[in-house]
């Protein structure tokens, strides 16, 4: 694991304290785990604006985000984004289907 150092407010240390006193662990737990969520969370952002605008397939947007083809379309469903499936996404549900 790597060390990175950073420096934090003070409303965003009481709450990584809190959160860590909550939960029974220490502050860097509780700050790892949720720059983590964040980074997902970012992730999923990204992929939806590049799916809404048209430059990735639903398949090379589930690809980047790090999920199935299921989770993305349910996804774009709770973000009432249109899907627009392309050839390329109905292989590769096929694909994924038969793999199960």
């Known amino acids: 694991m790597k060390n990175l150092t ?3 407010d003070e409303e965003t240390y009481k709450e990584i304290e809190e959160t860590a006193d ?3 662990m220490d502050k860097s737990t509780v700050a790892r785990r949720l720059l ?7 992730r999923k952002r990204r992929v939806i604006k ?3 605008e048209g430059r990735w397939s ?5 690809n980047e ?10 996804l774009l ?16 549900a096929w694909r994924e289907a038969f793999e199960e």
């Not at 983590?36 to 970012?42: D, T």
Request: aromatic share 6%; charged share 40%; proline share 2%.
């Open 22 to 24: 909550r939960e029974n």
């Open 36 to 42: 983590k969520a964040g980074i997902e969370e970012a």
């Open 50 to 52: 590049q799916y809404r």
């Open 65 to 74: 985000a790090g999920i199935s083809l299921r989770e993305m379309m349910e």
């Open 77 to 92: 469903v709770e973000e009432r984004i249109t899907l627009n499936i392309t050839p390329e996404d109905v292989e590769e």
């Open 6 to 8: 950073f420096r934090v």
């Open 58 to 62: 639903l398949w090379k947007a589930a």
